[in-house]
């Protein structure tokens, strides 16, 4: 398919990079908050639109994970839009908890300070207590 | 660093990937709509902060280019977010007109069809003439 074929198209063809990852935004359908950038291989990305439920690749680990399956903090899938040529992806998601691992309800809770390029500053708070989230 | 610190940090360490390049989500500030995702390496993160608006790396042209110097359509930045391990950029960002190259306010004008895996619809119109935007 030509670019421009690619970007009018009807048909979802996703595109995976090299590694066959796609990077995924999960968005909260409420707020529009950005919660969390994370990526999907083929099975990931299937797995998701069939259970209705985000799952991910997790590079770190190299398999795939399904949000929340540890935590309890799911993402329920409202719609996933695809970008112009298709190599990005964005979940809207209902979510019930905090979506950082670290506490946060995002995992952007900090910023650049203003007129530094060094220094950043909380922008949230933590909402829930990870050490009893992610039980052992 | 430790992952712990990484996330806990006021200290500002984007982490660029094996490529140098980080990934970049435009969104909105006032809409709180994604508009574009793209990649920034260090020198267009530099820029970016410097000149407030926002400068992004081109990894089909290999350069820099600085978002709306063909189009006119700028982002001014108004805050930059980092997530948990550094990795990943949002900036929220003002703009007064359409982002997306093909026409659309955002690059996310498509997405899949409720109960299929491979039909898009289109969610938005086309806000301006890229043709006439993008002159020779």
Same mark, same amino acid.
């Given at each position: 398919?030509?670019?421009?074929?690619?970007?009018?198209?009807?048909?979802?063809?996703?595109?995976?990079?090299?590694?066959?990852?796609?990077?995924?935004?999960?968005?909260?359908?409420?707020?529009?908050?950005?919660?969390?950038?994370?990526?999907?291989?083929?099975?990931?990305?299937?797995?998701?639109?069939?259970? /209705? %439920?985000?799952?991910? =690749?997790? !590079?770190?680990? @190299? $398999?795939?994970?399904? #949000?929340?399956?540890?935590?309890?903090?799911?993402?329920?899938?409202?719609?996933?839009?695809?970008?112009?040529?298709?190599?990005?992806?964005?979940?809207?998601?209902?979510?019930?908890?905090?979506?950082?691992?670290? /506490? %946060?309800?995002?995992? =952007?809770? !900090?910023?650049? @300070? $203003?007129?530094?390029? #060094?220094?950043?500053?909380?922008?949230?708070?933590?909402?829930?207590?990870?050490?009893?989230?992610?039980?052992?």
């Amino acid at each position: 398919m030509t670019t421009k074929q690619i970007e009018e198209s009807v048909e979802f063809s996703p595109r995976f990079d090299e590694n066959g990852l796609i990077p995924v935004i999960a968005q909260d359908v409420k707020t529009g908050q950005v919660l969390m950038v994370a990526y999907m291989n083929k099975e990931a990305l299937d797995s998701t639109i069939k259970t /209705g %439920y985000a799952t991910y =690749f997790s !590079r770190s680990r @190299k $398999k795939l994970w399904k #949000k929340g399956e540890q935590s309890g903090h799911f993402q329920k899938v409202e719609k996933i839009l695809v970008d112009c040529d298709q190599d990005c992806l964005v979940l809207k998601v209902t979510v019930d908890a905090g979506q950082c691992h670290a /506490g %946060y309800d995002s995992c =952007f809770y !900090r910023a650049l @300070k $203003k007129k530094s390029d #060094k220094q950043l500053e909380f922008i949230a708070e933590k909402t829930y207590d990870p050490e009893k989230a992610y039980k052992k």
